[in-house]
């Protein structure tokens, strides 16, 4: 695979190709009025055959870009929605490597309040391969208490999330499964999972993209909506609290596949060598 730095003046991003194919963009972010993003996001995510499955202009509720990390509650602070007095995650550092069989960037990031401030320092890795008819992005985030004690309460708005384009979701169409049997957004949210597992056709072709936990912290409890987004949230019932100096870290797998994989296929996917820890 390689990756191509597209130059900040009109894009900020970096392209994953393999060969000519594109496998998907990291979208870096910032406050100039053409290119403006307050948190860095994937999109788009491809299959291997070409299709991509993530959404960035949703018609509602466009803070669900790509594929993202936030958090509506760090100590009060808002870093999730796309508001004025809302937080910001800004690279300060990125460390990108490709191999003929995978890519990874390293990013490190500030999580700032809207005056600037930082509240804490993040360290996150993207590292995508393809598995036969996927392509497996392992998103790995270390939130690090750098400037204080840090408080993630609980809200439905946080942590890791995936916005699929709306050809896959379950109001067009889609079908949203979990890991634990459970068909429906409805019967899906709120409950801990492994994996959230939607898939449909665009056009004519079988595709769709399952968001699962890193092993050593699944079960994570998930909230699902019928019109496309998925996300993993570990404070959905309880609140996280990291002491000065310390860290957490939480893993993320997606899996954008062709096809319609089995069960088993998920379940080696999930369970999959290859991975950070956690």
Known sequence: MQIHFQEPRFFNRLNVRNAERPVMA????????????????????????GYPVTEMGAHNFPHHKGIWIGHAKVNGLNVFHDL????????????????????????????????????????RSHEIRREGQAHL?????????SHGALELGVDNHAWAGLRLIDALDQDDGGVMRDSEGRQG??????????????????????????????????????FARFYGTSLLNPTMYEPLTIAEGDSWTFGTRVAAYDGSPTPADLQRWWSGAGRDPA
Request: charged letters at 20%; one cysteine or more.
């Open 26 to 49: 990291l979208n870096l972010g910032g406050a100039d009025k053409d290119l403006f993003l307050m948190r860095p996001c994937v999109h788009p995510l491809y299959t291997p055959a």
């Open 185 to 222: 957004a409805d019967a899906i949210n709120g409950h801990p999972v492994r994996w959230v597992d939607v898939r449909g056709s665009i056009g004519q072709h079988a595709c769709g993209a399952a968001l699962m936990a890193h092993p050593a912290s699944a079960p994570v409890p998930t």
């Open 84 to 123: 004025v007095d809302a937080g910001w995650i800004v690279p300060v550092d990125i460390q990108p490597e490709a191999s003929a069989g995978r890519a990874r960037i390293d990013l490190k990031l500030e999580w700032r309040d809207r005056r600037g401030t930082v509240v804490a320092t993040e360290l």
């Open 137 to 145: 992005l392992d998103m790995v985030s270390t939130l690090q208490a």
